[in-house]
């Protein structure tokens, strides 16, 4: 499956709508070789005001203008991360573990 396939679709638990696939999270199998290590799916991050990705601006280390980090902040206001073993079904709608845990979407430094 093509990530993009999955951005922007609903994300649901127990037949609520929780809101859709905003980005994902992979983690590198081998740092060494960072253009060409395998990636693992990791996690989605899940928000309920838009269905656009964040384009690596989440990172808190990224330096911004302190306009775009409003505007990003305001944005990313209800965003949560879910790992992938929290995913029940990834289809037409991604559907989540009654359990599942949110996380926070923002990286460390």
């Known amino acids: 499956?093509?990530?993009?396939?999955?951005l922007s679709r609903p994300v649901e638990c127990g037949g609520e709508r929780i809101g859709v696939v905003v980005d994902a999270r992979?983690?590198?199998?081998?740092?060494?070789?960072?253009?060409?290590?395998?990636?693992?799916?990791?996690?989605?991050?899940?928000?309920?005001?838009?269905?656009?990705?964040?384009l690596g601006y989440e990172r808190s280390s990224v330096a911004r203008?302190?306009?775009?980090?409003?505007?990003?902040?305001?944005?990313?206001?209800?965003?949560?991360?879910?790992?992938?073993?929290?995913?029940?079904h990834l289809g037409e709608v991604v559907e989540l573990r009654a359990d599942f845990d949110r996380w926070s979407p923002m990286l460390p430094e």
């Not at 499956?1 to 999955?6: A, F, K, S, V, Y």
């Open 65 to 88: 203008p302190h306009l775009l980090n409003r505007w990003l902040a305001y944005r990313q206001r209800d965003c949560f991360l879910v790992d992938i073993d929290d995913v029940a």
């Open 1 to 6: 499956m093509i990530l993009g396939d999955i």
């Open 26 to 54: 992979f983690v590198l199998r081998d740092a060494d070789r960072p253009g060409r290590a395998p990636a693992d799916l990791v996690g989605l991050l899940v928000g309920q005001h838009t269905g656009m990705a964040f």
